[in-house]
């Protein structure tokens, strides 16, 4: 269902601090643009089976995000390739593809129409949207004054109000108050007994070893390990 191959992404990087658009071009046409390469993924590859629940565990900065991003198609890998079969939904950094000047109301057709949902489905699904997500009169509230709890919420309501065929979750279970967090992971169960196919990132091992079916255990952007959860988490506890 999704393939990974060789992904490789590269990231430059540049120690200065340039302040406009002519320093950046007169430093670059004048060879003192010092620019770093950073390596965040290299040659990782894996596969994620239809209707199965992966996990990506790693230190900090292990690439693990990156990876999540590349596979949703946000960032293009800078080699290798991932294909995948089946409509993608990416819950990754929260409070992307929201606007934080518009109301939670506004957000669910702005979000809603980003994740390809047509305004009619998001009407006929609204006041289920709102329900789940528990915001009530904070729903009509411009979101810079939501916590990031209440912005967990609101993205998780609008991202699992279809069933999508892939889920891609960056951290999203960890954020919000116990009762929420129990609420959408009985959701995410829901899911995947659906059949979705799930990839999520979580530094909570006791959560991984809770929900997924495998794990690919990601290092300084390379794959460690890929297979079965309790034999991984084993080895990388024991790490
Ligand atoms: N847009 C970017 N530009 C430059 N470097 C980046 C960018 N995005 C990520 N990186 C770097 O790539 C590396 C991997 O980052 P990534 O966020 O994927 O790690 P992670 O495993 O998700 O980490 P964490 O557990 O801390 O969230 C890090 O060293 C990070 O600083």
Not at 82 to 98: A, D, K, Y
Not at 160 to 170: A, K, M, S, Y
Not at 199 to 206: G, M, P, R
Not at 228 to 235: G, H, M, N, P
Request: net charge negative; glycine share 8%.
């Amino acid at each position: 269902m999704i393939e990974v191959r060789d992904v490789s992404m590269r990231f430059r990087l540049t120690d200065d601090k340039i302040m406009s658009l002519k320093e950046f071009v007169t430093r670059k046409l004048s060879g003192k643009l010092k620019i770093n390469e950073f390596w965040a993924l290299k040659r990782a590859s894996f596969d994620v089976y239809k209707g199965e629940v992966m996990g990506i565990i790693g230190h900090n900065g292990a690439g693990k995000s990156t990876i999540l991003k590349v596979i949703s198609g946000i960032l293009k890998p800078t080699e290798g390739s991932v294909t995948s079969h089946g409509n993608i939904v990416p819950m990754l950094e929260l409070g992307s593809g929201f606007d934080m000047d518009l109301t939670g109301h506004e957000n669910i057709f702005l979000n809603g129409a980003i994740l390809g949902y047509s305004e009619e489905f998001l009407q006929s699904k609204y006041d289920e949207i709102v329900a789940f997500s528990e915001l009530g009169q904070f729903i009509e509230v411009p979101i810079r004054n939501y916590s990031s709890g209440m912005l967990a919420r609101l993205a998780f309501s609008i991202a699992t109000v279809v069933n999508p065929e892939i889920l891609i979750v960056d951290e999203i279970l960890s954020v919000g108050d116990a009762d929420f967090q129990e609420k959408s992971r009985k959701r995410m169960l829901e899911l995947m007994s659906g059949g979705t196919t799930v990839l999520f990132v979580s530094h909570s091992l006791q959560q991984i070893r809770e929900m997924c079916d495998r794990v690919v255990w990601l290092e300084h952007g390379e794959v460690q390990m890929v297979g079965a959860t309790k034999e991984l988490c084993d080895a990388y506890e024991q790490s």
